[in-house]
Nanobody, 120 residues
Framework: QVQLVESGGGLVQPGGSLRLSCVAS????????MGWYRQAPGNQRELVAA???????NYADSVKGRFTISRDNAKNTVYLQMNSLKPEDTAVYYC??????????????WGQGTQVTVSS
């Protein structure tokens, strides 16, 4: 059993910053790519940023230069630092990880989501 738990969402004014965290726990053998997705009302879930176990990153064009993804492999944790937030960043943000559990093949796991609202 593997669980992903996000934290750090909330309400922030335009131009402000938030830092999201996601901790993976359970019977984990290894974690490959970890990432953040978001889904706004009426929209499909979209990739925001992802990072491999080796530290390679990729970002959605809409967040490049404003968001930074990082991870602490020792803590099975991924972070998303969000700066210069805009109202269009408002969404539920979901953590995702490619996890190989002990005694199992690799699978994708999702967190429960954390709400980010950017509004004055």
């Amino acid at each position: 059993q593997v669980q992903l738990v996000e934290s750090g969402g909330g309400l922030v004014q335009p131009g402000g910053s938030l830092r999201l965290s996601c901790v993976a726990s359970g019977s984990i053998f290894s974690i490959n790519t970890m990432g953040w997705y978001r889904q706004a009302p009426g929209n499909q879930r979209e990739l925001v940023a992802a990072i491999t176990s080796g530290g390679s990153t990729n970002y959605a064009d809409s967040v490049k230069g404003r968001f930074t993804i990082s991870r602490d492999n020792a803590k099975n944790t991924v972070y998303l630092q969000m700066n210069s937030l805009k109202p269009e960043d408002t969404a539920v943000y979901y953590c995702n990880a490619d996890v190989r559990a002990i005694g199992a093949i690799g699978s994708k796991y999702w967190g429960q989501g954390t709400q980010v609202t950017v509004s004055s």
